[in-house]
T-cell receptor, first 113, second 113 residues
Framework: AQSVAQPEDQVNVAEGNPLTVKCTYS??????LFWYVQYPNRGLQFLLK??????LVKGSYGFEAEFNKSQTSFHLKKPSALVSDSALYFC???????????FGKGTRLSVIA | EAGVTQFPSHSVIEKGQTVTLRCDPI?????LYWYRRVMGKEIKFLLH????????ESGMPNNRFLAERTGGTYSTLKVQPAELEDSGVYFC???????????FGQGTRLTVV
């Protein structure tokens, strides 16, 4: 069975500092990994995905994530945080194709000016 | 391109009543998914349509939940009768067959009192 763990409920970071939101996963086959963000009163917005290829993937709004197969991790990163990045971030995995996504419980990111 | 649209955005009903949620996927997307997030927990898969057929309904909590997608266009999710534990945010997502990326609606926040 697939699973995703986001070990931090809340991450606080000062504006301008680098941020990391952690995610580890478990899947039987090759993982398809995703990050989504939810701003207040909005739906889930796609940030980036890893399917195959380069382990470092770049996405929307300056975010990037690094796929680490040996550590089964897919941490989300940004070199310089903005206050507008404050939101709820979800990591998700699927084992291919159009199978349903399995989500982590989410991490709330607060960027303080 | 119009996004995934969900109606209503909020619904407050009494225990024992019936509620119907609607999802309009992106035109041309054969895959339609329903997910639910109970407060503070992970987003959980409910079911997956491919066109009008139920591909996977393993996540449906019980027989009080009924999903339909007549004609393979929009979908409805009916809860009858609603219970307190049904409260949460219900998300709909759609994707093209062969595409790994799913597009989400803004969600319907259901509160059962």
């Amino acid at each position: 069975a697939q699973s995703v763990a986001q070990p931090e409920d809340q991450v606080n970071v000062a504006e301008g500092n680098p941020l990391t939101v952690k995610c580890t996963y478990s899947v039987s086959g090759n993982p398809y990994l995703f990050w989504y963000v939810q701003y207040p009163n909005r739906g889930l917005q796609f940030l980036l995905k890893y399917i195959t290829g380069d382990n470092l993937v770049k996405g929307s709004y300056g975010f990037e994530a690094e796929f680490n197969k040996s550590q089964t991790s897919f941490h989300l990163k940004k070199p310089s945080a903005l206050v507008s990045d404050s939101a709820l971030y979800f990591c998700a995995v699927r084992d291919g194709g159009n199978t349903p996504l399995v989500f982590g419980k989410g991490t709330r990111l607060s960027v303080i000016a | 391109e119009a996004g995934v649209t969900q109606f209503p955005s909020h619904s407050v009903i009494e225990k024992g009543q019936t509620v119907t949620l609607r999802c309009d996927p992106i035109s041309g997307h054969d895959n339609l998914y329903w997910y639910r997030r109970v407060m503070g927990k992970e987003i959980k898969f409910l079911l997956h349509f491919v066109k009008e057929s139920k591909q996977d309904e393993s996540g449906m909590p019980n027989n009080r939940f009924l999903a339909e997608r007549t004609g393979g266009t929009y979908s409805t999710l009916k809860v009858q009768p609603a219970e307190l534990e049904d409260s949460g945010v219900y998300f709909c997502a759609s994707s093209r067959t062969g595409s790994s990326r799913a597009f989400f609606g803004q969600g319907t926040r259901l509160t059962v009192v």
